[in-house]
C-alpha cells in the first residue's frame, strides 16, 4: 500500500477509430470491446455516454461492449455508422476516449422533466445540444413528453422555434418575398405542392420548396417527385435550379435545416406524440431555415384527420399565427375540407399521375385536387404587392389552363434530371385487389387514417407504385358491386395482408344520404 | 399491371439465427444486412420493431440495419448478446421474422403519457409486457417520465408493486417468518445489512437476503460481500444454504425476481428519477417476490441523504406502509440519522473490513456502524412473536457480544465459498491521497454526495481496493493540517482526477461549533 502521492506518468490512451457498418439512425452508438485496456480502466458502464475527440473534433455516443473482435478490437473504438459519418474522421485515427461531459443544457432538460418553464437561453442551449447528438434517446424521450404534458406556453414555443433555427443552417435567398406552403398533413393524397410551385414559379415569384419524404404517410412530396425527377440534388445545385427557374421540389435532406427538428420527431414519431407546441416548432423552423418570408399554411379538418373540431383548429391557428408573427414570418392559415383524401391516388406513382393529369388539363384530373391547388397557389400569389387581394385564385387558374404550369413543370423537372415517367402507363406494383361496395346507395364517409395505413400496407412509400386508386367519392351514388377503389402491391405477401385488412373495415361507408354540408373556410 | 388476384404462394422466408457479440444491456437489438431479401420486402423502417421467433418461443427487439457481413449475413437474422440469451434459441437455427404486434398493454401505456390514471388490469399487462423486454427504451422512459409527472396516486402504486411481482418469479420459503431489512440509500458507507443477517440468522430467524450490486453507489451489499466471499450462487445453492445456516448474502440476480423493476431502473436511472411512487413500488416488488412476510425499511434522513426533511421522510413512510399493508406484508419504517456516512469505510474492501472489525469486537471498529446495525437487527428480531417489544436491541448485542453472529457470518462465508481477506491487511488500492483539514475547529456537516461521487471516482465498486477512508465524523475537533480522509485509486488517471477533485470541495465542513442536535427517531 502505497500512502503517497507515487504518481507515474501514463501516457493517456489513444484507440484506433474503426467504422461499424451498423445503422443506428438518429443515435451515436460507440463500440469498444471488454478487454480493452481503457473499458477496463475507466470504469465505463454499459450505456456510457462518452465523448470521443480527434483532429479537434468531438462526438457524443453511447457506449456498447463487445465481445466480438471481428466488429471492434481491444485497441480500437467503433463507431456506428451514422456516428462515423457525423464525426468526419478517418478510420484507423487515433482518437481520445474519455466520459461525456454532461450537455451544457443537461440542467434546463432536466428542469422541464421536472415540469418548470424555460427560458429562451435555455432553449437555445437545448437546441443545439441536440442539434448536435449530445443527448441519448432516453433522454430526448424524457423531454418530448414533458413538453407534451406541460403544455409549452406560445412564448416557450416562440423560443423553441428560434432555438431550433439557430442550431443548424439558415439560407438567404437574398431577394424578398420568398413563398412557401405547406401542409399540416393528416389526409391522403393532397399533393397540392407539386401544382402550386409550378404556378407560382411561373408567376414570377421565388419559390424553393424543400420537402421529406414520408415517415408515416404514404407518400411525402419528396417521394412523388422522385417519380418525375431527381430529388437529392446537392444544395449548390438547388439554389442554380431555384436561380434560373423561381422554384424546385427537391428533398430537403442535404441542407441541414433544423436539424434539431429531425432528433426530435425520431423520438416523437415510435410515441405518436404530436402536440400542437411542437408541430408548430417542427414546422416553422424548418421554413425559417429555409429561408421563408411568407408562408401559407393548410390545416385539413375533418373526423379522421389531425384535426378533428373547428375550435382546435383554431387554436392551432392562433398558436401559428402568434409564433409566426414574432419571428417575423408572413403567414397565411388556410383550414380546409380534411373529411376525405384530396385526389384519386394515395401512393407515389398514382398521385405523379394524378399531378401530370391536372397539369395536362386532362378529363380524368381529380376535380378536388385541381381547385385545391388553385386556392391555395391563389393564397400564395396574393403575397406578391402588386396582386389585388383576392385575384390570386384567377391568376392562378390562367396559369394552369395556358399550359404555363406544366411547361414550368417541365423546365423543372428536366434541371432536376428527368425519370421515365409516362402519365398514360404509369409503373403500378404488379398485384392488385378491388374493394367493392356491400349495397346501393351513397358514399357517407371515408376514414383516411384507414386508406392511409392500407397504402402502407401495400408497401407505399418505399414501393413506389404501390398505394391505393380512389374510384368514390363523398358523396358518389354507388350501386352493389361497383368498384369503390383498388388497391396495389408489389409483393404478395404485402397484397394478402392488405386485402385482409381491407376485408375487415374498407375505410369507406355507405348510407343512404350524404348531409352536403359546405365546408365553411376561414 | 395484373389488376386481379394472382396470388403467388411464396414460401414464408426464414432466415438463420445468428448471436451478434454487442452487449446491449436492457434492450434487445437485432441486425439484418440491408441487402437481406426480407428486410428489401417487409418495409421495415430504421428502429422499427420486429419479432423472431422459433421452436415456440417468440422475442422483441428493435431493429438496426447493418453493412458488413462480418457482423450478420443476408441470410441471417442477428441478436445483440442479451437479446440472443434471453430467446434461448441455438445460433443457426431457422427463425421466423415480422413487424412486431405492438405489446397488448400499449394502450394503457399511451394513456398512462397522455396523463390518466390506470387500473389493476392496466398495470399487470403492462408490467408483464416490460419484464418480457416488449418495450423500446423510448417507450420506458416516456412511460417513467410520465407516472413521475402525474404523481401515481397511492391505489396506483399498489398495483404497480402488485404487477412486477406478479410479472416474475414469486419464491416461497413455506415457514413464517421470513425477514428482511431494506435501505433505501444514499448515504455512503451504512453496511448494516452484513451485520443483521448473521445476528439474525444466529437468533434463528429465516433471512434469506439478497442484494444487488451498486449501480450509482460506490459499493453495493453483493459488492462489499463478494470481498469475503462468492455471491453469485446458483438458485438451488443459495436455498440449501439458507435452509441449513437460516440466512445467507447473495446477489440477487440469478432469482429472476421482479425483472420489470430491472427493465424500468435502466431508464429511469439515467434520468435520474426516483419518484417515491417508483421507490416504494421497486422497494417492495423485490422484496415481496423474494418471498419476505416482514421487513424493516431504513429511511435515512439528511440534508445530503435523498431525504432532506421531516414531512418528507413521513410521507414516503405513510406511503411504504400503505402498500405493504395492501399487499401483506408487515413493515416496521425507521427513519435513521442520515446527515453523514455511517461507518468509517466507502467502498467494498474498506466496508468489509468495518463490518469484520465489528463482528470481532474490534476496538476500531465504527461505533456508528455497530450501534445502528444493533437497532435495526433488534427490529427484526422483534418479528419473532416470542420476544417482547423493546427488548431486541439487547437480544441483538447479546448475539454479536458473545460471537455468536461473528460464527454465524463465518458459516456463511464458508458456504457461500471464502474468498482471502485478512481485515488486518485488506487488499486496498496502490495510489493513495490524503485530504486534509485547512483550519482548526469541529466537523459540521459532510456532504454524502460529494463523498460517494468521490469513491465512485476512485474507483469504487468496480475496484473493490479503491474508496475513501474518513477518519473524522460530525462534531469531531480537527486542527489544521490534520487527515480527514484517505482516498485510495488503483490507477493513476482515476487517482490524478479525484484528487484534483477532492481538493476543489472535499465534502467536509469545519466550523466553530457543532449544534449536536440529537436527530430524533420516530
Known amino acids: 500500500m502505497?500512502?503517497?502521492?507515487?504518481?507515474?506518468?501514463?501516457v493517456p490512451g489513444a484507440l484506433a477509430l474503426r467504422r461499424v457498418g451498423i445503422d443506428t439512425y438518429q443515435e451515436n452508438v460507440a463500440f469498444l470491446h471488454r478487454a480493452c485496456p481503457l473499458y477496463l480502466t475507466e470504469g465505463f458502464l454499459a450505456l456510457a455516454r462518452i465523448e470521443v475527440r480527434a483532429n479537434g473534433r468531438s462526438i457524443l455516443a453511447t457506449l456498447n461492449i463487445v465481445d466480438?473482435?471481428?466488429?471492434?478490437?481491444?485497441?480500437?473504438?467503433?463507431?456506428?455508422?451514422?456516428?462515423?459519418?457525423?464525426?468526419?474522421?478517418?478510420?484507423?485515427?487515433?482518437?481520445?476516449?474519455e466520459h461525456a461531459t454532461p450537455p451544457a443544457s443537461l440542467p434546463a432538460l432536466r428542469r422541464k422533466i421536472a415540469g418548470e418553464r424555460l427560458e429562451r437561453a435555455d432553449y437555445l442551449a437545448l437546441m443545439r445540444d441536440v442539434a448536435q447528438h449530445r443527448?441519448?434517446?432516453i433522454e430526448l424521450a424524457a423531454f418530448v413528453v414533458s413538453s407534451g404534458h406541460f403544455d409549452l406556453d406560445r412564448e416557450e414555443v416562440v423560443f423553441l422555434t428560434e432555438a431550433m433555427v439557430e442550431a443548424g443552417r439558415r439560407l438567404d435567398w437574398r431577394e424578398r418575398p420568398v413563398v412557401d406552403k405547406h401542409s399540416i398533413g393528416g389526409i391522403a393524397g393532397n399533393r397540392?405542392?407539386?401544382?402550386?410551385?409550378?404556378?407560382?414559379?411561373?408567376?414570377?415569384?421565388?419559390?424553393?420548396?424543400t420537402s421529406s419524404r414520408a415517415i408515416t404517410s404514404p407518400a411525402g412530396t419528396a417521394d412523388t417527385m422522385e417519380c418525375l425527377a431527381n430529388v437529392e440534388l446537392p444544395f449548390a445545385r438547388m439554389q442554380e435550379i431555384v436561380h434560373e427557374l423561381r422554384g424546385c421540389l427537391a428533398w430537403g435532406g442535404t441542407a441541414d435545416l433544423a436539424p434539431a427538428d429531425d432528433v426530435l420527431i425520431a423520438v416523437e414519431r415510435p410515441l405518436s406524440l404530436d402536440s400542437p407546441g411542437q408541430m408548430v416548432a417542427s414546422i416553422l423552423s424548418k421554413k425559417i431555415a429555409a429561408g421563408s418570408t411568407h408562408l401559407v399554411l393548410d390545416i385539413p379538418l375533418g373526423p379522421s384527420a389531425k384535426v378533428r373540431s373547428m375550435p382546435e383548429a383554431q387554436r392551432l391557428r392562433k398558436l401559428f399565427e402568434f409564433v409566426a408573427d414574432r419571428l417575423r414570418l408572413t403567414l397565411d392559415v388556410v383550414i380546409t375540407d380534411g373529411r376525405q383524401p384530396v385526389g384519386s391516388g394515395i401512393g407515389p406513382m398514382l398521385e405523379a399521375r394524378d399531378v401530370m393529369r391536372v397539369?395536362?388539363?386532362?378529363?380524368?384530373?381529380?376535380?378536388?385536387l385541381r381547385q385545391k391547388a388553385l386556392r391555395l397557389a391563389g393564397r400564395v400569389i396574393e403575397f406578391d404587392a402588386d396582386v389585388r387581394g383576392g385575384d390570386g385564385f384567377a391568376i392562378a387558374r390562367e396559369i394552369l389552363d395556358s399550359g404555363r404550369a406544366l411547361a414550368k413543370m417541365n423546365a423543372i423537372i428536366d434541371a432536376q434530371g428527368r425519370r421515365d415517367f409516362d402519365p398514360e402507363n404509369p409503373a403500378l406494383a404488379r398485384h392488385?385487389?378491388?374493394?367493392?361496395?356491400?349495397?346501393?346507395?351513397?358514399?357517407?364517409?371515408?376514414?383516411n387514417e384507414r386508406l392511409v395505413r392500407l397504402a402502407r400496407?401495400?408497401?407505399?412509400?418505399?414501393?413506389?407504385?404501390?398505394?391505393?386508386d380512389l374510384f368514390r367519392k363523398l358523396g358518389d351514388s354507388v350501386r352493389a358491386g361497383e368498384p369503390l377503389?383498388?388497391?396495389?402491391?408489389?409483393?404478395?405477401?404485402?397484397l394478402r395482408f392488405a386485402r385482409e385488412w381491407a376485408r375487415h373495415a374498407s375505410g369507406y361507408t355507405i348510407g343512404d344520404r350524404f348531409e352536403t354540408r359546405e365546408f365553411a373556410e376561414f
Do not use: C, W
Not at 480500437?76 to 482518437?95: C, N
Not at 397540392?192 to 408567376?203: F, G
Not at 400496407?457 to 391505393?468: D, E, H, Q
Not at 383498388?486 to 404485402?494: F, I, L, M, T, V
Open 432 to 447: 392488385a385487389f378491388v374493394v367493392e361496395a356491400l349495397r346501393d346507395g351513397v358514399v357517407t364517409s371515408i376514414d
Open 457 to 468: 400496407l401495400t408497401g407505399a412509400p418505399k414501393v413506389r407504385g404501390a398505394g391505393v
Open 359 to 368: 397539369l395536362n388539363s386532362d378529363p380524368r384530373a381529380p376535380a378536388d
Open 192 to 209: 397540392t405542392s407539386m401544382l402550386i410551385v409550378p404556378i407560382v414559379a411561373a408567376h414570377g415569384m421565388l419559390i424553393p420548396k
Open 68 to 97: 466480438d473482435e471481428a466488429i471492434v478490437g481491444e485497441q480500437e473504438i467503433g463507431l456506428s455508422e451514422p456516428a462515423f459519418v457525423r464525426f468526419r474522421v478517418a478510420a484507423g485515427t487515433p482518437v481520445q476516449v
Open 135 to 137: 443527448y441519448s434517446a
Open 485 to 494: 377503389y383498388r388497391a396495389y402491391a408489389e409483393y404478395s405477401s404485402d
Open 2 to 10: 502505497n500512502p503517497e502521492l507515487a504518481v507515474e506518468t501514463e
